[in-house]
């Protein structure tokens, strides 16, 4: 009982804490006048009226289709590579090829779980600047930034799949005397294969939206058509843009969520 | 047994629809768009990336940003000015979030939540996702031009970019974690007599908090994450003179401010997993 209402106090102060640190920010802003540009709140005005009024031209709108197929193409290719990342760097980092004991598996665990780490501690974005600054704009500056951050956070994940794999089958496996090789064609993966799938497809839509900021950098497709708009000042056509991005973001969205019921149900 | 085979062959379906897309995509990129993978490692691009990283690491450099001290308490400052960033963008979210996510539930619309069915409460369900849809598909960077043009640069605008995406997506999770609650509790406060408020308080709150803890301490660790994003197109802190520096080729600042980026990231991810400890 008493540690049940230590509990309660403890997410109360932690309420009370998270509230008064967020109180504690707002007084670093300048709330002066100094808050908006000059033409800032008939700026909004504008792009309001944009959203409503979207430039349909048969040209912005086949322009925005090939930018659209192009955000998706360089999704999809960094989601594909990100795949081959994860898998590779989640079985080496769940340490399940060494054997059980000795330092073989844990020097495989801490140095594939920070490699991991660091992958997806840094923004694709970021990654994407470091890839044009070294090698030029090539779309595989957009392709490998979508893949090391996406492949740390699938191969983290799928560590986690295989260490959480029941171990009965395994058992089985190991004691008709399968190599560790072996165990992991017929015993893990077969068992983590259906949640890795469901995963990626949850992910799949979280790269359409960071292709489509790719173009920050420089690189083409559905962002550089908005920012290009945007210095044009055509709030119309930024808002056709952005209606092609939602809508791509909500079909990925849909169709992933019902594959996902399937596969994991 | 019909079902099943449905099952299946959806799965297997999407599948084949992955795989062709991929293989769309490929060659799209091969061919119409001329990639050249072997050209990547190039002589002179072998010649580039070596330069690039030995300026990162100031090799040649006169003095390296890293070894002033001056430069230490810029980026500690800007560290700083990037946390409280990423600190207001979470609360902001939070704040829209806990204002819609009731009516946005299922539960709540088709009156087994409150008890009480009215005939608006479809249109604000609708209304609400609506709302969700549209923050969550645009991402923060680009949330963050649009709102460059109406704020003056600072972190303000930054945290308002950050704030409008993680509001679609904090209220799409929590409204999912109301629509999976045990009824049961409520519909007993309610047949013993709880007044509105006091179903909220007694009867929702204790059930969810805990999961929108965790939501909310997860957004912040991505939020983080993308401080230095939105900091690109002007939205103060690391991120701005992040891209400051490398315009001017002060190549030693951006590695500094990259450590300082990734210190930060893991000590909101150290911070966030007490808290999750705590609400556990």
């Keep these: 009982m008493q540690t049940k209402l230590l509990h309660f106090h403890r997410k109360n102060i932690l309420t009370f804490v998270m509230l ?45 289709l090939v930018s659209t197929w192009r955000t998706l193409a360089y999704a999809v290719a960094g989601m594909t590579l990100a795949l081959i990342l994860g898998v590779v760097l989640g079985v080496l980092s769940s340490g399940i090829l060494m054997s059980d004991k000795g330092i073989g598996r844990f020097l495989s665990k801490s140095i594939f779980r920070g490699l991991l780490g660091f992958m997806r501690a840094i923004h694709e974005l970021v990654w994407a600047w470091l890839f044009v600054a070294a090698s030029g704009l090539t779309p595989f500056a957009a392709i490998f930034a979508i893949a090391i951050p996406y492949g740390g956070i699938l191969g983290r994940i799928f560590a986690d799949m295989l260490n959480e794999v029941s171990s009965q089958p395994l058992n089985a496996l190991r004691s008709s005397g399968a190599t560790r090789m072996q165990q992991l064609i017929y015993g893990y993966i077969p068992f983590a294969a259906p949640d890795l799938m469901s995963y990626v497809f949850y992910r799949f839509e979280c790269a359409i939206r960071s292709s489509a900021i790719m173009s920050f950098v420089g690189l083409g497709g559905l962002g550089f058509q908005i920012q290009l708009s945007l210095q044009d000042l055509k709030y119309d056509e930024v808002w056709t843009f952005l209606f092609f991005l939602i809508g791509i973001v909500v079909i990925v969205d849909v169709w992933s969520q019902m594959v996902r019921k399937r596969l994991v149900a | 047994m019909k079902h099943r085979k449905f099952k299946i062959g959806f799965v297997r379906g999407s599948f084949f629809v992955a795989l062709l897309l991929m293989v769309a995509s490929w060659s ?9 993978f072997f050209g990547l490692f190039s002589e002179k691009n072998r010649q580039y990336t070596l330069e690039f990283l030995q300026n990162m690491l100031g090799v040649n450099a006169e003095t390296p940003a890293f070894t002033s001290l001056e430069s230490w308490k810029t980026a500690a400052k800007l560290s700083f000015d990037t946390l409280v960033m990423s600190i207001m963008a979470v609360g902001f979210a939070t704040i829209g979030m806990i204002l819609t996510v009731i009516p946005a539930a299922r539960t709540a619309a088709n009156g087994t939540l409150t008890l009480k069915k009215t005939w608006y409460g479809w249109i604000i369900y609708g209304i609400i996702r609506v709302f969700y849809i549209f923050s969550r598909a645009i991402p923060e960077l680009i949330w963050a031009m649009m709102i460059i043009f ?3 640069p600072g972190i303000l605008p930054g945290a308002i970019a950050l704030a409008l995406h993680n509001f679609g997506i904090l209220g799409k999770l929590c409204a999912e974690t109301i629509e999976d609650i045990d009824l049961r509790p409520i519909r007993s406060l309610a047949s013993s007599g709880a007044k509105k408020s006091q179903i909220f308080l007694y009867g929702l709150f204790p059930t969810v908090f805990s999961k929108f803890i965790t939501y909310i301490v997860y957004r912040w660790e991505v939020i983080i994450r993308t401080t230095v994003v939105v900091g690109f197109v002007g939205a103060g802190g690391l991120g701005h003179q992040f891209k400051l520096s490398m315009s001017w080729f002060h190549y030693t600042e951006v590695t500094l401010f990259l450590f300082c980026y990734l210190i930060l990231v893991l000590l909101v991810d150290l911070i966030s997993e007490g808290m999750r400890r705590i609400t556990r």
């Design chain 1, 20 to 64: 008064m640190v967020f109180i504690g920010s707002l007084f670093f802003v300048d709330w002066g006048k100094n808050l908006f540009h000059s033409g800032g709140l008939s700026t909004l005005a504008q792009m309001i009226q944009g959203l409503f009024q979207p430039d349909l031209s048969p040209e912005i709108l086949q322009l925005a």
């Design chain 2, 28 to 36: 799209f990129i091969f061919t119409v768009e001329g990639a050249d």
């Design chain 2, 150 to 152: 109406i704020f003056k």
